[in-house]
């Protein structure tokens, strides 16, 4: 038995039409070519847009948490500096009191705020006022020259 003999030329007839640029046949879709260059840019320029806002948005928290670290180092430090310095009253829970350096480089802390020394201050330098919060911690509220 003989095969039968295929009508259409094999010229005219693709390996693996799946493969081609363009429909390839009649009831096929239609393939529209593309400026490849064009699509190629718009992707660029999407993806550079979409990773430059999303690298803004972590360099903001970076940031965030590089201000978050400094405050709690600041705290830190002065509550260090309170603990050290002579205290001559009992300091009460959410009220503010001023940090002083002493002439002799210790540290003191008073209920006079700098305001109120006027010219004549007794201490080389205001450090900070401070609020004692409930867990007998330190709150900055403002600080001073060192």
Do not use: C
Request: hydrophobic share 40%; glycine share 4%; proline share 7%.
């Amino acid at each position: 038995m003989e095969k039968p003999k295929n009508p259409i030329d094999p010229d005219k007839v693709a390996e693996n039409p799946s493969t081609l640029p363009y429909a390839h046949s009649v009831g096929g879709a239609p393939i529209e070519p593309t400026k490849e260059g064009a699509v190629k840019s718009q992707a660029l320029s999407a993806m550079e847009s979409q990773t430059d806002m999303q690298l803004a948005q972590i360099r903001e928290q970076i940031e965030l948490l590089a201000r978050q670290a400094q405050e709690i180092q600041d705290r830190k430090d002065i509550s260090e500096k309170i603990y050290r310095a002579s205290i001559g009253f009992t300091p009460l829970i959410n009220h503010v009191y001023h940090l002083y350096e002493k002439m002799d480089s210790s540290w003191v802390l008073s209920m006079v705020a700098p305001e109120e020394w006027g010219a004549s201050s007794p201490y080389a330098a205001f450090v900070a006022s401070v609020r004692l919060l409930a867990d007998h911690t330190w709150h900055i509220e403002r600080k001073g020259a060192i």
